[in-house]
């Protein structure tokens, strides 16, 4: 079992920055891949990042390439996601969520988190 809590949401300006935490329990942790995904009111949820247990494979969505790192620190149980050159079509609810296979596909994951509010906006 892995609990997962994501934190570090909130309100920014068109090109800041904010920087997602995702916090996890359970000691078999570092062996979970861990993705991001987000959805924004009215539409589907959407995949952002992805990367694997030990950091070497990381995936993005074409949308947030270049802007978007996603890293992970096993010794801390925890997994991030540095967002720049924020947009207002960022605004969304972001999710991390862990599984032991690769994927981009948000229904192969097996554990999710609460989401943390994101609002890009002047």
């Known amino acids: 079992q892995v609990q997962l809590v994501e934190s570090g949401g909130g309100l920014v300006q068109p090109g800041g920055s904010l920087r997602l935490s995702c916090a996890a329990s359970?000691?078999?942790?570092?062996?979970?891949?861990v993705g991001w995904f987000r959805q924004a009111p009215g539409k589907e949820r959407e995949f952002v990042a992805t990367?694997?247990?030990?950091?070497?494979?990381?995936y993005y969505a074409d949308s947030v390439k270049g802007r978007f790192t996603i890293s992970r620190e096993n010794a801390k149980n925890t997994v991030y996601l540095q967002m720049n050159s924020l947009k207002p079509e960022d605004t969304a609810v972001y999710y991390c969520?862990?599984?032991?296979?690769?994927?981009?596909?948000?229904?192969?994951?097996?554990?999710w988190g609460q989401g943390t509010q994101v609002t890009v906006s002047s």
């Open positions: 990367i694997g247990w030990n950091s070497g494979r990381t």
């Open positions: 969520a862990a599984d032991r296979t690769y994927s981009t596909y948000g229904a192969r994951y097996d554990y």
């Open positions: 359970g000691r078999t942790f570092s062996t979970y891949v």
